[in-house]
């Protein structure tokens, strides 16, 4: 049996194979570092042996090794590259124009602009991915990376080896998540509301169209702003931080309608609805939709600002009035109507106008106590 034996050198440990059986290791090793024909010899051994087991390693790791004779044009593969492209393993070696056929027609400009580069020098290496049709008729993406190894006596490339690995899956999802984000793109553009992506110190990371157009801003002056840009003054701005966030990030909601100011000045009522990407993990940010509530507040506003007329005019009216709906139920009384009854009209609302007037039948009647007054009956 062959002893080997470690030695020690400048630039790592490496294995000796001793070729004289019944002779120490130390001897071996000490003709290796006193002969240069014996240093020659154990390279072009080392080198030789290296080779095959150099192919094992890259087939087990899923690494398929190739190499090309460019003066020849014979294109040789390993076994784990044959059988990754499809091809019967112990298979004659191909040729490169083998090899173009099999390339989809879409990527061979792509690959042998990167081939080339490399043959001329412009690159230090060829790296490229591509499609490639396998023998069972399928496509396979693969990246394939080689280098020159042997030039000939003109210098020119003489010899080349790389290897190529199975990327399919890989390119896959890559290609699910770029449908994904057009999918996402489209949602998020054709919205009738605002969404912004918000980071964990409030910067807006992304907007859809409707908040540009809603704050009257450019997308590109929006993103990479602080959400301080679409908020009415400081106070707000930070009143709406203090409250939203720790709810956010402890898996709520914030949802709440907010004074907001658009480019121009103008101050506008939104609706802010606030959740965490990933509640307890604020890194990943926040998603807020906006919505423009303004013409609805106003007119709540001016509704209200009615009804507020409405009941200082009745309270100041001295007759009895009071107004039910369809079905006979109270639904609101004057002052003077409160008195006439002696009853807080708090305590009329809801109930049925048969059961606390039964003597009224007309738009005037009399109750006790020698009380009267004008009643107004609106259905």
Known sequence: MADTTTLSCSSGCFQSENTHPGVGAATVAAEIRRSPRARLRWRRDRTASAGPRLHLAADAAGDGLWEWDIAGGALWHSPGLQTMLGVAPGAPPSTVEFRRSRIHPDDLPVVEAALAAHLSGDHPHYECEYRVRTGSGGWLWIRDRGRVVAWDAERRPARMMGSQIDVTARKRMEEELAESRLQLDAILD???????????????????????????????????????????????????????????????????????????????????????????????????????????????????????????????????????????????????????MGIDRQALFGSLFRLVLPALDGVTGQAGAGRTGEVRIRS
């Open 190 to 340: 054709n919205a009738p509301v605002g969404v912004l992506l918000v980071d964990r110190d409030r910067v807006i990371r992304r907007v859809n169209k409707s908040v540009a157009a809603t704050f009257q801003h450019r997308l590109e002056d929006i993103v990479g702003s602080s959400a301080r840009v679409i908020y009415g003054d400081d106070r707000v701005f930070e009143e709406v931080g203090e409250r939203a966030y720790p709810r956010m990030q402890a898996g709520g909601q914030f949802d709440e309608e907010v004074a907001m100011r658009r480019a121009d000045g103008a101050d506008i009522r939104c609706r802010l609805i606030g959740r965490s990407v990933k509640p307890g993990d604020p890194e990943r940010g926040y998603v807020w939709v906006v919505e423009d509530v303004t013409v609805r507040w106003r007119a709540e506003q001016a509704l209200n600002d009615r009804a507020g007329f409405q009941r200082v005019l009745l309270d100041t009216v001295p007759v009895p009035i009071f107004v039910q709906d369809v079905m006979g139920h109270y639904v609101d009384a004057n002052s003077a109507f409160e008195r006439w």
